[in-house]
Every structure is written in structure tokens, then in C-alpha cells.
């Protein structure tokens, strides 16, 4: 079932790519994924078999950064 899931996470990474999305880069975020290790490696084991060339890893900053930047872009 965690196999599936990381599978399924990495199918919504390939459908970005194909609609021409970069993925080099692919930060993940949200306590679902990085709190289950087992989860987390499901996906980026999955990734790497579908796009070997994406680069997988957990976000560094609070996601509200995120939000604040985004907003402040806005202004």
C-alpha cells in the first residue's frame, strides 16, 4: 500500500513533466509525506525509475515562507 502511494505521488510528478513542467528540481512538503520515511522512499525510489533526471527532496523552510513570498509577489 506505501508502495502504491509513492507510485501514485510520482505518477502526478510525471504528469507535470509531460505537460512540460520542469521537474529537475521536486521539493516535497507536508507532514503526510516526510513524517513516513517509508513513504517518502517509496516516492523518490518510483521518481528515479520514471524520471531519473528529477531531483527529489524535503522542503527546508516552514511552508508558510512559502506563502509569504508568494503573497509579497502579489503586491
Do not use: K, N, W
Not at 38 to 52: D, N, R, W
Amino acid at each position: 500500500m506505501i508502495a502504491d502511494g509513492g507510485r501514485a505521488l510520482a505518477a502526478l510528478v510525471v504528469r507535470l513533466a509531460a505537460r512540460g513542467v520542469p521537474v529537475d528540481d521536486v521539493v516535497v512538503a507536508g507532514g503526510t509525506v516526510l513524517a513516513q520515511p517509508a513513504l517518502y522512499e517509496a516516492f523518490t525510489s518510483a521518481l528515479a525509475e520514471s524520471l531519473p533526471g528529477a531531483r527529489p527532496q524535503p522542503l527546508r523552510v516552514p511552508p508558510v515562507e512559502g506563502a509569504v513570498a508568494l503573497a509579497r509577489s502579489l503586491l
